[in-house]
């Protein structure tokens, strides 16, 4: 009753009744009330928010480097929980969207009979739909995710299981039958995020890197690039084309090139397409020859942000040509590994900002 009291009195003056029958009406009233009432009364001068209310809460989730199955490279791999399991081994993917499990079903999951594909290894697998909640460097998902049971395997799949890792977790912003788990996370965390792998020059130690849930955009990002918004998912999340950033490269002494462009983190070498390149050199194997210098800008931007010499490695310099169809590129992942890659899906920005080494 104490607060009413505190409230009402502040009602009573801000409305304007006149002073003496406020002044009638308050000293009743407080005659009646509690002695400790007046420590309810609303504070009209708040506190301001401290300094360390106002930092923005970011959570480190680890990313290991381990050889990638059935290639020289290397991929990012991250721990998560689905539903009540204990914790898994995912391949981080921000080249496809959702989360394909191949290792069975999980505590917590809820099956369904409904049939999904998705594209894995460069096939479409089949599997069936679930849900579950997810939690992410020790933070849930304020929802059930959707997600694939793999529940068929091929030589891709048992590559992954050999390395002990349970499935991919693909954090890609656009849209398909499954959803982004990043996106159900609470607050900031859910629209924000950055990814960041460190390459293991021995293959062996298992170095780390980092995926940033609620990352701020960087100030002094080296690119940047605007996604086209196309719509939301099921649950209000905003999605963005993230296959068809605004890049712009150049190879060797041929022209320059504006191309959709997507950065994905699942494959460990560049993939060029187009009947636009059907001129590039290239090597065996459609390999785009040793020793081509390749340059990508923003297309916004008047500087050439990055600049690599092609060669063999992959997760690094190997690129291959595929001169026919639409004109497309993808980056694989050499570039997360080079920069860390931020991501807005409130805005559609991607970020790459200054890596911790130059490129060789």
């Known amino acids: 009753m104490g607060s009413e009291a505190g409230v009402t009195v502040m009602r009573l003056m801000k409305r304007g009744v006149a002073g003496g029958a406020v002044g009638i009406f308050i000293a009743s009233f407080l005659a009646f009330a509690p002695a400790s009432a007046e420590t309810f009364v609303t504070d009209v001068n708040p506190q301001p928010p401290t300094e360390a209310a106002k930092t923005p809460v970011t959570v480190a989730v680890p990313i290991r480097t381990i050889a990638t199955p059935g290639t020289s490279g290397q991929s990012g791999i991250i721990e998560m929980r689905v539903g009540s399991s204990a914790p898994i081994s995912v391949m981080l993917d921000t080249g496809s969207v959702g989360l394909r499990l191949w290792s069975g079903v999980r505590p917590g999951m809820t099956m369904t009979a409904k049939k999904v594909t998705s594209p894995t290894g460069g096939q ?15 933070v849930a998902t304020t929802l059930d ?8 395997s091929n030589p891709y799949i048992n590559g992954w299981k050999a390395r002990g890792v ?23 965390m859910g629209l924000r995020w950055s990814a960041h792998f460190t390459r293991n020059q021995a293959d062996t130690s298992g170095r780390v890197g980092a995926l940033i849930l609620g990352a701020a955009p960087p100030g002094n990002a080296d690119m940047h690039f605007r996604l086209p918004y196309i719509g939301v998912n099921v ?9 068809a950033a605004n890049g712009c490269w150049t190879f060797g002494t041929a022209r320059e090139y504006c191309v959709p462009t ?45 600049t690599f010499t092609a060669g063999n490695q ?10 026919r169809g639409k004109a497309t590129i993808n980056t694989g992942n050499s570039f997360y590994f080079e920069y860390t890659v931020t991501y807005n899906v409130a805005t559609g920005d991607i970020y790459l900002s200054k890596p911790p080494r130059k490129r060789k």
């Open 235 to 243: 649950n209000g999340a905003r999605l963005w084309d993230d296959h």
């Open 166 to 188: 349970s499935g991919i977790l693909g954090i890609g912003v656009g849209s398909g039958d499954l959803t982004n788990p990043l996106v159900a996370l609470p607050g900031e």
């Open 124 to 138: 479409n697998v089949p599997g069936l739909l679930g849900s579950a909640p997810m939690t992410i460097g020790g």
């Open 314 to 323: 992959a997760s690094k310099n190997l690129a291959r040509v595929t001169p």
């Open 145 to 152: 995710v959707p997600l694939q049971l793999i529940n068929t």
């Open 262 to 306: 997507w950065f994905d983190s699942g494959f460990t070498v560049m993939r060029i397409k187009g009947r636009a390149f059907s001129t590039l050199p290239k090597a065996t194997g459609k390999q785009l020859r040793l020793g081509t210098r390749v340059g990508l800008a923003a297309g916004s931007s008047a500087f050439i942000g990055d």
